[in-house]
Nanobody
């Protein structure tokens, strides 16, 4: 069984930065692809970022140039660095893991509990 725990969310002002962390336990971290999604009330979960094992990344258009996904295999942790935050980035952010290459597809087997990010204007 794989467990994912996110941290790093909070309340910030527009233009500020946050770094979310996702620590994975239970299986070999390097076996898993990691992605980040976000969700606001009444809306479907939205893809944010993905990084494959070779380092190539995929981002949703609204965060390109502002967000960076990375991972530290030695710490079994993935990160989402969020810069120049905007009020529309307000959401619950989830990390997701799967051994399959899913990219932006919302079909990951394992999910964290989510961390709230609120950006005030």
């Amino acid at each position: 069984q794989v467990q994912l725990v996110e941290s790093g969310g909070g309340l910030v002002q527009a233009g500020d930065s946050l770094r979310l962390s996702c620590t994975v336990s239970g299986r070999a971290f390097t076996d898993y692809y990691i992605a980040w999604f976000r969700q606001t009330p009444g809306k479907e979960r939205e893809f944010v970022a993905f990084r494959n094992r070779g380092g190539a990344t995929i981002y949703t258009d609204s965060v390109k140039g502002r967000f960076t996904i990375s991972r530290d295999n030695a710490k079994s942790t993935a990160y989402l660095q969020m810069n120049s935050l905007k009020p529309e980035d307000t959401a619950v952010y989830y990390c997701a893991a799967d051994r399959r290459y899913l990219g932006s597809r919302n079909a990951y087997d394992y999910w964290g509990q989510g961390t709230q990010v609120t950006v005030s204007s």
